[in-house]
Nanobody, 115 residues
């Protein structure tokens, strides 16, 4: 069973930056499109960024476009999310998963942006 382990979250002031990582166990990582999702309190989980299997194509939700950058290292079975110019509305638990999501969700990593 593939496990997803997210890390790198924390508390940051508005305008600051954080870098998230998600390590996947198992051998299926390199054959799947991957994405970062987030869920704020009282809201549904939303997809914020995706990357294709070899990293050749990315997608960003309008709310994070120009501020977030997704990347991946297939040799390390890890996907990253660089988050710059953070806003209070970016506060959420961040998760990674395949796109579409079909793996069991990891514990996520909390990102809190103070204004």
């Amino acid at each position: 069973q593939v496990q997803l382990v997210e890390s790198g979250g924390g508390l940051v002031q508005a305008g600051g930056s954080l870098s998230l990582s998600c390590a996947a166990s198992g051998s299926i990582f390199s054959i799947n499109n991957m994405g970062w999702y987030r869920q704020a309190v009282g809201k549904q989980r939303e997809l914020v960024a995706t990357i294709t299997t070899r990293g050749g194509s990315t997608y960003y939700a309008d709310s994070v476009k120009g501020r977030f950058t997704i990347s991946r290292d297939n040799a390390k079975s890890t996907v990253y999310l660089q988050m710059n110019s953070l806003k209070s509305e970016d506060t959420a638990v961040y998760y990674c998963n395949t796109v579409p999501a079909y793996l069991f969700w990891g514990q996520g990593t909390q990102v809190t942006v103070s204004s």
